[in-house]
């Protein structure tokens, strides 16, 4: 795997330098502590979930004797003896944060609303006991007939209030309908994306410990807050008393951005038994509670002149939501900034199945629907006899095309013209088929890549001690991106320190709150908020210093303070004037006026070359490129990881992920690791990322932009894109497996 050299850094501080993650030595040696590994606590028991058998339904009886007998059982609780909870209310919420921190109760009724739902808990002083006692509870159910298939119930298909993140459920600018019928080129395709889970390494687990009335979870969350507050609207406790700890987790992907029955439970049972109870889901279990990206239908279509330049656009999508909670991601948004046309469409729609809630899972709606948008665009440039990038420039929007504003910065071209010389584009051979190497098929594909860009109310709070060490404390968590590392090099940078004294401490509710991780803000939220709160700091320093003096005279670096002709190391200083410290927080957000005047995204282009073998129908992925516009790169390093990860999640989505559900039974059937195929090594050959730095300083005051997401928004449709001008053969239900290709591979070779 290869990538390419350091971005521009920032001169005199350590943003822009490509350093080595702050946290890598605690992982890498194990002393990473993660939410089920917590020991502090001691006395903890262990709690195992057992799973309801039917997917709609009631539990007519329980019969939980013989697991009580069980040694070692200390408590079984059912919906018989739980206690009480807040109910869970309507499946749309007032309002959107309303979901994030609503009351989620479990155990709650005798109703069975999806497959491997929670209809008890064992709680015994070992894990292997707890499970060998779930395994004796007998459970009877009347069941009822659930419903559990997409494409054949579109015509139930209803209207949802609003998508995720409140967005607008419909666009429509011009006369669509007109636009469309009468243009002399049109394509009109209908793609299928599947159920996919997002599986990260570290399983969802809680531990749960009660001091009198207050609560204090060591749990697996993205967002603090989130969990802060549904754990206490669902006990019917003030928030106050409730503290969540997470200072390390190993994977969320949009997962973890809610409570889940893990930390429910073992607040529940932690209560009762009045001890710390740890409950954690198994592999097996997260995909049927942890939620999954739904099911959905894409019907794409596009209108263009001889020219190439669009006359209509229109993107409808059919997604899967469960019957009491819905979920509606926001799959056709993206398309009402990416490509100019008069004429615009774009519509969501949802049919209810009787399966757990759909969540958030890397690139909402971005993910899914580029992987069909951008696979329809590159049809349309071989019916027009166009290169795919010509197309997309021909049809490059001066202003946003729905907004009507202009882009805060947008560099798409300046990402598919560089992607397009580095990754030897030229040498692609535009009719499908035509290239060979033996018995492989060889083609090139690009899409392009587009990604809202957020900013969230975040606060932090930096100190400054008597030895000239630096604290930084906020509630924002570090999934595995490098959040510690960015944080520590963004305090270090603005108060002219090396990084080896600045500390950073986070995941705890104590500390001033952010809005988490999630949705490819965490970066510009929490370092503008940590930069904000440095900015305080000195000026508190400076006026500690006492001295007359004019702003510009000021110098923070190398650990020394300078005034005009003065200088004075940060620690004597404090020593003489503040041997106590130093301290100040700062904020920032919510998203204020440039987020109305302009258009925040952030851009990007990917390109794949693949080989196919003709007789398998076998896609090997030879070489990727992603060229990224995404504001200020903070480390280059963690960076270029976090794409190379999206445009991994990319290859899995275009060739092999899919959760299989049994619609006769509504049970996902491939639900391991075993059978739920992700991309390894083997799978992943030459990867390169160059970002193209803007920085954006409309977007926040360290001019980030979102990246985490881009990294796959296109990807897979890239890749797609690929094998189609590899083989001729245009796949419309993805995962591109190999039963969809032997066919036309079969006639290509006769």
Request: proline share 6%; with cysteine.
């Amino acid at each position: 795997m290869s990538t390419s050299g350091p971005t521009p850094s920032s001169a005199n501080g350590p943003i822009g330098q490509p350093l080595d993650r702050v946290d890598g030595r605690l992982k890498v040696t194990g002393r990473a502590t993660y939410a089920y590994e917590q020991r502090e606590m001691g006395d903890t028991v262990y709690g195992y979930i057992l799973g309801a058998t039917i997917a709609r339904g009631r539990i007519s009886a329980i019969d939980t004797r013989e697991a009580e007998r069980t040694p070692g059982v200390l408590y079984v609780m059912t919906h018989g003896n739980a206690p009480a909870q807040a109910a869970f209310g309507p499946a749309v919420t007032p309002t959107t944060a309303e979901v994030f921190s609503r009351s989620r109760p479990v155990l709650a009724t005798d109703a069975v609303r999806y497959y491997d739902e929670p209809v008890a808990l064992v709680v015994a002083a070992s894990f292997e006991a707890a499970r060998a006692a779930a395994r004796l509870i007998r459970v009877s159910y009347t069941p009822e007939q659930g419903d559990f298939e997409l494409a054949s119930r579109l015509a139930q298909a209803y209207i949802p209030p609003r998508t995720n993140a409140g967005l607008q459920t419909d666009s429509a600018i011009g006369d669509f309908e007109s636009g469309f019928a009468n243009a002399p080129v049109k394509l009109d395709s209908i793609y299928s994306t599947p159920y996919q889970s997002h599986v990260s390494m570290e399983p969802h687990a809680s531990i749960a410990v009660w001091s009198g009335d207050d609560l204090t979870l060591y749990t697996s969350a993205q967002t603090l807050a989130n969990f802060r507050g549904g754990l206490a609207n669902t006990l019917g406790i003030e928030p106050a008393r409730v503290r969540i700890v997470s200072p390390y987790i190993g994977g969320g992907f949009g997962s973890k951005l809610i409570i889940h029955p893990d930390a429910v439970l073992a607040a529940l049972a932690a209560r009762v038994l009045k001890r710390p109870v740890k409950v954690a889901l198994t592999r097996q279990q997260m995909f049927a509670n942890a939620g999954y990206r739904p099911a959905m239908q894409h019907r794409v279509r596009l209108a263009a002149d001889s020219s190439g330049q669009l006359t209509a656009l229109g993107h409808d999508v059919w997604s899967s939501t469960s019957r009491f909670e819905e979920f509606c991601e926001q799959t056709a948004v993206f398309a009402r900034s990416l490509y100019a046309a008069p004429n615009r469409l774009t519509r969501h729609r949802l049919v209810p199945v009787d399966l757990n809630r759909g969540e958030w899972m890397r690139s909402p709606g971005e993910a899914p629907g580029m992987l069909a948008f951008e696979s329809a665009m590159d049809e349309l440039a071989e019916r027009l006899g166009l290169d795919p990038i010509e197309l997309r420039v021909r049809n490059e929007p001066e202003v946003d095309p729905e907004l009507g504003v202009p882009f805060a910065s947008r560099n798409l071209l300046a990402c598919m013209r560089t992607g397009a010389e580095r990754f030897g584009w030229s040498r692609r051979k535009p009719k499908p088929g035509s290239l060979r190497e033996g018995r492989k098929l060889i083609g090139m594909g690009m899409a392009a890549a587009i990604r809202p860009n957020y900013l969230g109310l975040s606060r932090a709070l930096v100190s400054l001690g008597p030895t000239g060490r630096v604290l930084v404390r906020l509630d924002m968590t570090d999934i595995g991106t490098g959040t510690y590392t960015i944080l520590a090099q963004v305090a270090a940078h603005c108060l002219g320190v090396p990084m080896s004294a600045v500390q950073v401490q986070l995941g705890d509710s104590r500390f001033p709150q952010t809005s988490g991780s999630g949705g490819s803000w965490g970066a510009a939220s929490s370092c503008s908020a940590v930069e904000a709160a440095c900015q305080a700091l000195k000026q508190r320093i400076i006026q500690a210093a006492g001295a007359p003096y004019n702003q510009a005279e000021v110098r923070f670096a190398d650990g020394r303070i300078r005034i005009g002709e003065r200088s004075e190391r940060l620690s004597d200083l404090l020593l003489r004037v503040a041997p106590a410290g130093l301290q100040a927080e700062g904020n920032v957000g919510p998203m204020g006026e440039d987020y109305k005047q302009f258009s925040q995204i952030s851009n990007g282009a990917h390109f794949a070359e693949v080989a196919v073998d003709i007789d398998t129908g076998e896609v090997r992925l030879r070489r990727m490129l992603a060229v990224i516009g995404a504001g200020r790169i903070l480390n280059p390093k963690t960076a270029r990881s976090q794409i190379l990860g999206g445009m991994t999640w990319g290859v899995g989505a275009a060739l092999m992920e899919q959760t299989l559900l049994d619609t006769r039974h509504g049970h996902f059937v491939n639900h391991d690791l075993a059978e739920y195929l992700v991309p390894v090594n083997a799978d992943i050959a030459a990867m390169d990322v160059l970002f193209l730095e803007e920085p954006d300083t409309r977007a926040n005051p360290l001019g980030i932009k979102g990246l985490g997401e881009l990294g796959v928004c296109g990807a897979g449709a890239a890749l797609a894109n690929a094998v189609y001008n590899a083989t001729g053969i245009r796949v419309y239900e993805f995962p591109l497996t190999l039963d969809k290709l032997l066919p036309g591979l079969a006639a290509m070779d006769g």
